[in-house]
């Protein structure tokens, strides 16, 4: 299994930036893939982006050129850089990984932009 807890989250005015960490338990080598998902109030959770084991990077539009997905496989997290934020990117954000053909979740952090 792997353990993910996420954090960074907090309260920012539109325009400015944060940035979310999520932990995991079991070295990066040995997941496929991990990503960011986020989760506003009664909404679907949805897709915000992947990064995989080789590196290559997947974004939703609505926050691509602004957010910035990375892993440090030497630290075993995974970051999202999240830059110019608007008030629609208010949500709950959970860090996933693809590990033995299960995903897991993070507990989340809550991201709150303000106008």
């Known amino acids: 299994q792997v353990q993910l807890v996420e954090s960074g989250g907090g309260l920012v005015q539109a325009g400015g930036s944060l940035r979310l960490s999520c932990a995991a338990s079991r070295s990066m080598s040995s997941i496929n893939r991990m990503g960011w998902y986020r989760q506003a109030p009664g909404k679907q959770r949805d897709l915000v982006a992947t990064i995989t084991s080789g590196g290559s990077t997947r974004y939703a539009d609505s926050v691509k050129g602004r957010f910035t997905i990375s892993r440090d496989s030497s630290k075993n997290t995974l970051d999202l850089e999240m830059n110019s934020l608007k008030p629609e990117d208010t949500a709950v954000y959970y860090c996933?990984?693809?590990?033995?053909?299960?995903?897991?979740w993070g507990q989340g952090t809550q991201v709150t932009v303000s106008s």
């Open positions: 996933n990984a693809l590990y033995s053909l299960q995903l897991w």
